[in-house]
């Protein structure tokens, strides 16, 4: 990020992201280990979205991160979750927003967003006492420092260098009225579109700024559905709404997300979130993944803006995370 100028805005530059980034160490072994606290499971290959971890995936230039949280088995430490997967049950938020810091303090120049996002499933309440633990963690003096403190604004890179910014896709509700201070992007999950192919939703009313956002990861069955049908199908739908993103005449200055991945559904057993993104073979046939195939559609693209865009696996295709990045853009303010 040294490379773009400190007056770029944040809606205009092109950032790769991980899906469901906390799932990068979560194995069969694993998953057994933790049965006790979440009974058997599906497959773990249904949850796991990544095989890096998160200082490598910074390294490698990812710059946004979708964390899934909710309360730890005791319910006295946050932790995160992919659907019913506990990923580590003694993992707690504020240990990776450390790391988070850490490696800012070692790469001043660079920003990085954080997207929360609270996990729902049988056994777990989004309660007044989790959103105010969450609340401490994030307006802490220590947070204070590392967290940009903006609310409802997207500022420049220049802001937001050395520092997390927040996209918030939970609510505060439930917080006791003498709790006031709000951080971060509010993308209202009421208002997020479950399985939305371009979802248009108002995150600052008065200053008319939406964020457009894909995020169809259920493909729905077909009676001639078959695994190359399903991916093509995904992959129609991102550069659907990637291609809107590269049109500098529709909402130029408006945030856009575009979500890669995809999820298993038992129509299709054989489409865990891995094959999705790198294709897999049946039938001696080999089928193309998602990442394969937006590389190849990225080169067309270069100098263009994209938003964020959120991967699964974006390593094990080399060039994916380069391309998205693009060259140099110049800012438009």
């Not at 391309?323 to 853009?329: D, E, L, M, N, Q």
Request: charged share 25%.
């Amino acid at each position: 990020m040294s490379q773009f100028a400190d007056d770029t805005k944040l809606v205009h530059m092109n950032l790769p992201g991980t899906h469901d980034a906390c799932t990068w160490s979560y194995t069969p072994d694993v998953q057994k280990s933790l049965e006790h606290y979440t009974g058997p499971l599906p497959d773990s290959a249904i949850f796991r979205c990544q095989q890096h971890s998160i200082f490598q995936m910074l390294n490698e230039g990812i710059r946004v991160f979708d964390l899934r949280y909710a309360w730890n088995p005791g319910m006295d430490t946050i932790g995160f979750y992919h659907a019913q997967a506990l990923l580590a049950p003694t993992t707690r938020m504020e240990d990776v927003l450390f790391g988070l810091y850490t490696w800012l303090e070692r790469h001043p120049n660079e920003a990085v967003l954080v997207s929360l996002n609270y996990e729902p499933a049988e056994g777990r309440s989004n309660d007044a006492r989790l959103q105010e633990a969450l609340y401490r963690i994030l307006t802490s003096s220590l947070a204070k420092r590392y967290w940009v403190q903006t609310r409802g604004k997207l500022e420049t890179l220049g802001e937001a260098r050395g520092k997390l910014t927040l996209l918030r896709r939970f609510d505060f509700d439930l917080l006791p009225a003498h709790l006031p201070e709000r951080i971060g992007i509010h993308l209202d999950p009421r208002h997020w579109t479950i399985n939305g192919k371009a979802t248009e939703l108002v995150y600052n009313k008065e200053e008319n700024h939406i964020a457009y956002i894909q995020d169809n990861y259920r493909i729905p069955p077909s009676p001639d559905s078959n695994p190359s049908w399903c991916i093509d199908k995904k992959f129609g739908v991102i550069v659907k709404h990637l291609g809107d993103a590269t049109n500098p005449n529709l909402h130029a200055d408006q945030l856009y997300i575009s979500f890669s991945s995809a999820a298993f559904r038992t129509e299709e057993i054989s489409l865990v979130p891995r094959a999705y993104a790198l294709g897999l073979e049946e039938n001696d046939t080999k089928t193309k993944g998602i990442n394969e195939r937006l590389l190849n559609w990225l080169t067309d693209q270069q100098g263009k803006r994209l938003g964020i865009v959120l991967l699964d696996f974006y390593d094990a295709v080399p060039g994916l995370v380069e391309a998205i990045i693009g060259p140099r853009i110049v800012s438009r303010t």
